[in-house]
Structures are given as C-alpha cells and as structure tokens.
C-alpha cells in the first residue's frame, strides 16, 4: 500500500484546512486509516482513526469537536477536515494504515504510511 498526503498549507488561526490521504496498491477498503502529526522536536502524536467501513471513528482530545476523519473506499481516499484551527495543530500530518481490524493510537502499530504534509497555523 502506498499512501500519498496532501492539502496542507499556512492558515490563520480559526481557519480550515482539509487533508486528504490517496492509497493505491492492495485493498484499501480493508485498512484501518488513521492520522497522526509531529511538531518539531516532539513525537509523533496521534490525531484521530477510522475503521473499515467508516462507521466508527476515534479522536485525541486535543482535537475532538474539530477535526473530522471520513473515507471513501470506492476512491480510495480517506479525508481529515480540520476546523477552527489553532497554533498549536502546527505540525507535519501523516496518514497511515494497517490490515488488522483494530484500533490503536500507537504509531508503532501502523505497517504503512504517507509522506507527510505540513500544517502552519499563525496566531
């Protein structure tokens, strides 16, 4: 699975940005998705998940309320919408996926990932 990030950029503080994850290669409908972000000199921190069918999603708290995860199997694509944005979200957003059907907010789980995309926020 190859998966490619985008839709990043610099915004205001109380914007939008929407991320947007392409995969291609096996069978992306039966992936767990999730996103995860790195600021400089932190680790990499989980944002939020997705399951299979796109029924159930899970979020950090720092941005439950926000931001939103949801899929699109059939374009193999997986979207995180981000609203009222805060300096703070400042970071490089990577999408991930696993084949096991589970859910974790470990980076270390996740068998794949996207290059990264970078989010700046200004106050």
Wanted: proline share 2%.
């Amino acid at each position: 699975v190859q998966l490619q990030a985008s839709g990043g950029g610099l915004v205001q503080a109380g914007a939008s940005l929407r991320l947007s994850c392409a995969a291609s290669g096996r069978t992306f409908s039966s992936y767990v998705k999730a996103w995860f972000r790195q600021a400089p000199g932190k680790e990499r921190e989980f944002v939020g998940i997705i399951n299979f069918s796109g029924d159930r999603t899970y979020y950090a708290d720092s941005v439950k309320g926000r931001f939103t995860i949801s899929r699109d199997n059939a374009k193999n694509t997986v979207t995180l919408q981000m609203n009222s944005l805060k300096p703070e979200d400042t970071a490089v957003y990577y999408c991930a996926a696993d084949p096991r059907d589970s859910i974790s907010a470990i980076a270390g789980w996740y068998s794949y990932w996207g290059q990264g995309t970078q989010v700046t926020v200004s106050s």
